[in-house]
């Protein structure tokens, strides 16, 4: 008598029935929770610390250009370590939706330049400003894990900016967050595309090494 063929086991990001997208809500909703106490709590010159720690860290990032993001609500600051990127010879951008569904333009930030209102509350340079392909990309986030899964607002724009990059030239990319954003799995499919580190006010962590440097 044969024996019936094992059954196909659930991927692990469909469980109980939650499909990814159910998951990454639910994760979601968790991580901006988790997020605002977090940046209530925090020390009020947390993007200093993390500036400090990305130098002592990662002095090797200079001369290049960088994807910066002015940010919004509870996300990290990432302005001083813009302004310390800067002061090592990088060109600066910053992410504008052109349109919704659609990969994000960076356009060149000049330090006192006038930044107009995007979409979410977000600020970008004008239109007449040029626009760059960064070779980093510092990406904002809800969540992450030690393997490089992000989660974000969810709607896709690094991801699909990411793959379109990627399919063109080497990019890297960072990932802002307090260190308390982490957890312990991001579900992804496909589509998502991870991190190559990410640089918290505590440490930097390189995605999959199963390891951190830094304080
Ligand atoms: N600072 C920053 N700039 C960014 C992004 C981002 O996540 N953060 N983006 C990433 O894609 C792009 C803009 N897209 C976005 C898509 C959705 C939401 C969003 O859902 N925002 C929440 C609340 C934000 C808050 O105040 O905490 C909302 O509107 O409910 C924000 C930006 C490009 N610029
Ligand atoms: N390269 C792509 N082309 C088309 N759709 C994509 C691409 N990447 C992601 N998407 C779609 O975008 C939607 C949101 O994706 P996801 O939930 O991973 O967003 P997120 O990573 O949280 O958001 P973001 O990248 O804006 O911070 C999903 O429906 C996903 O399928």
């Known amino acids: 008598m044969k024996t019936p063929p094992e059954p196909a086991r659930a991927p692990a990001t469909e469980s109980q029935g939650e499909s990814l ?39 090797v990032i200079k001369d290049c250009t960088v994807a910066a993001y002015w940010p919004i609500g509870d996300e990290m600051d990432v302005l001083p370590l813009t302004e310390y990127l800067r002061s090592r010879g990088c060109t600066i951008g910053l992410p504008a939706v052109e349109r919704p569904g659609q990969p994000l333009t960076f356009r060149r930030w000049w330090a006192p330049a006038r930044l107009i209102e995007g979409p979410y509350g977000t600020r970008h340079p004008e239109p007449d400003a040029p626009t ?8 904002p986030l809800l969540a992450f894990d030690r393997d490089g899964w992000r989660l974000g607002y969810g709607g896709g724009y690094y991801d699909r900016s990411l793959a379109g990059l990627r399919a063109k030239s080497p990019v890297r990319t960072i990932g802002i967050a307090y260190a308390g954003q982490e957890i312990s799995r991001v579900p992804h499919d496909h589509l998502d595309q991870p991190l190559d580190l990410i640089a918290t006010e505590r440490h930097v962590i390189v995605a999959g090494a199963g390891g951190r440097s830094g304080q």
């Not at 760059?132 to 990406?139: A, H, R």
């Open 132 to 139: 760059l392909t960064p070779d980093w990309l510092l990406v």
């Open 21 to 59: 997208a159910q998951i990454k809500r639910r994760l979601r909703s968790e991580a901006q929770g988790r997020r605002r106490r977090l940046a209530a709590e925090a020390a009020p010159r947390v993007g200093e610390h993390l500036r400090d720690v990305f130098a002592a860290t990662l002095p």
